[in-house]
């Protein structure tokens, strides 16, 4: 840092080659040679420099601090906020002052973080609208009039089972709301077919995570394209990127597969088929012993009439909100200036659309909705769908500090340059063939460790997207980036201290730890395919269109060795 501060293009002298550095508030950070007093020169002015040399591989202890206290404390939010701490200790200095003032720091960045980029904000707004939109659908018995209206053409576990997928891939908007709701709406049909609680948490995790991060309409996908465009990849170009990286979501796509195989031929395997088992022969929906997740506050919602009648209370807003953002997206990509006059088909005009604001709009149609449709019936008050509007964006709140701790450790990294620290480790080592695959397994072992997969995605795609941008090799480039969602997901499929597989327990009220050992075998399978079949061989150059048909036949091989079908009882057909 200079001293006085100054701000602009300066030369710095004293290196073994001269460097022109833009410096901002008198501080530049990098690295450089010095082969004697370092000083910087402009305008015919000589700054005086002061250094602070510490050793590089501190750089990594803040998200390391962080894993490892959730890891072992299972609090995300305390594990972050401690990683943050220990970043502005090492970015100030480790004077008994310094410790002070590294505080007040890690406090006020959590909110500054908003006012360095505005588009977080738009994320956050979208997030707590849509669990207040869920909160409408919800106490409006949308949800549990869907599955009512199922229940009088499901009468197989079979049905049971394909009709729980299929509600996860529709109702996936977010992994928090659409595990939850599904669960919770399917659990009185489920129970009738003696299908065991591990099972229903299994389809709901397992469908709607992997879901909501490939879903062009979900909460995911707004948080995703905001850390991309953070970590280098233009506004103009986001959309386009993320559609592009659909097909390498090797993991995500297989574990959507995997549920789909199981449930249709009811194979299954490991303490898996042991739950089954019980469920269909004893009739025991979980283990004796098991403690099972409350759900208390939801239940409030629930009501003892058929509510076969009320299903357009779920579907109807979400086509509104569907609709309304295309759109909204059509529209503004329309008026967009950067978008070329040759870029005319309906995909690349959208792709210009400002995908934050865009996809909010078309969530507040949605909401509006809801509200309407549940006064208009009869089936709330007024004043009943606002308070559970109310209800629903409380039910984010833990969420939204998430996700804003989250953003400030990814701060705190730049800061330390975290992510060319580990890049300029790993040059050299590895060959950028072989980068899909290890950034999925590092993806993986961050969420795992973390039990976030935002936070996750938040840190890796700052040092995955400069790497892999401008490289000619779209399997590398595309495949680097889809890891690191497929890895995110999977790290929290595997993880008992992450929120979505608690929050699939509770809606499905199963126990958390029986439904972490029983859903790890097969999230393995998926994880082991993806990888085989799909990240390393993309890295290599084969297609994605080629990896995904050999992948999926691989599937249905495994569980056809691995996987015996259920003995229903006579008096269960």
């Not at 995703?224 to 559609?243: H, N, R």
């Not at 078309?362 to 008050?381: E, S, Y």
Request: include cysteine.
């Amino acid at each position: 840092s200079t001293n006085p501060a100054f701000s602009g293009e300066v030369v710095l002298g004293g290196l073994t080659e001269p460097r022109t550095v833009r410096l901002e508030n008198g501080v530049w950070r990098g690295k450089v040679k010095p082969s004697g007093v370092v000083f910087a020169q402009t305008g015919g002015k000589t700054y005086t420099l002061d250094r602070r040399i510490i050793p590089g591989w501190l750089c990594i202890l803040p998200p390391f601090l962080a894993i490892l206290l959730a890891f072992f404390i299972r609090d995300n939010i305390v594990a972050l906020f401690a990683g943050i701490w220990l970043g502005y200790i090492l970015i100030l200095g480790f004077g008994f002052s310094q410790l002070l003032v590294s505080i007040l720091h890690a406090v006020e960045s959590v909110v500054l973080v908003l006012g360095d980029h505005p588009q977080h904000a738009m994320v956050l707004l979208y997030v707590l609208m849509l669990g207040g939109m869920f909160g409408i659908i919800v106490r409006s018995g949308g949800i549990k009039g869907f599955a009512d209206f199922l229940s009088g053409k499901i009468h197989t576990r079979r049905r049971g089972m394909v009709a729980t997928w299929f509600l996860g891939i529709l109702f996936s908007l977010d992994d928090y709301s659409g595990s939850l709701s599904v669960g919770m709406s399917m659990r009185s049909l489920t129970d009738r077919l003696r299908i065991s609680r591990e099972k229903l948490a299994y389809l709901v995790d397992s469908v709607c995570a992997p879901m909501a991060t490939i879903s062009i309409f979900s909460a995911w996908v707004v948080f995703e394209t905001d850390i991309m465009v953070q970590a280098g990849v233009s506004q103009a170009e986001v959309y386009k990127t993320f559609l592009s990286m659909l097909p390498y979501s090797f993991y995500s796509l297989f574990s959507i597969l995997f549920v789909f195989l199981i449930s249709v031929t009811q194979r299954d395997f490991g303490l898996m088929r042991k739950a089954e088992n019980r469920a269909v022969k004893k009739g025991q929906l979980w283990g004796l012993g098991s403690r099972i997740l409350p759900d208390s506050d939801l239940e409030n919602h629930q009501q003892i009439e058929n509510m076969s009648s009320r299903w357009t209370n779920l579907v109807v807003p979400f086509l509104v909100a569907i609709g309304a953002s295309l759109i909204a997206f059509y529209l503004d990509g329309t008026g967009n200036p950067e978008r070329l006059e040759t870029e005319n088909s309906f995909w690349q005009i959208i792709g210009h659309g400002d995908s934050h604001r865009m996809l909010l709009w078309g969530l507040i149609g949605g909401t509006v909705c809801a509200l309407v449709m549940a006064v208009v019936r009869g089936h709330l008050r007024f004043l009943q769908a606002t308070e559970a509007w109310f209800r629903g964006t409380r039910s984010m709140f833990r969420a939204v500090l998430i996700l804003l701790l989250a953003w400030s450790m990814g701060h705190v990294c730049m800061e330390l340059s975290t992510g060319e620290w580990m890049i300029s480790h790993l040059e050299g080592v590895l060959s950028l063939k072989w980068f899909p695959a290890i950034v999925f397994v590092v993806s993986a072992v961050l969420s795992l460790s973390a039990g976030s997969s935002w936070g996750t995605m938040a840190f890796m795609f700052a040092v995955v997207v400069p790497t892999v941008m401008g490289l000619p090799d779209a399997g590398i480039q595309f495949g680097a980036m889809a890891a690191v969602l497929s890895g995110a997901v999977f790290g929290e499929h595997i993880s008992p201290i992450s929120d979505t597989t608690i929050i699939s327990s509770i809606g499905a009220a199963s126990d958390h730890i029986d439904h972490v050992r029983t859903q790890a075998p097969y999230a393995g399978i998926c994880a082991f395919v993806a990888m085989g079949t799909g990240f390393i061989p993309v890295g290599f150059g084969v297609s994605p269109w080629i990896c995904l048909p050999v992948g999926a036949a691989l599937l249905i091989g495994l569980l056809f060795l691995l996987g015996k079908k259920q003995e229903i009882p006579y008096d269960q057909h």
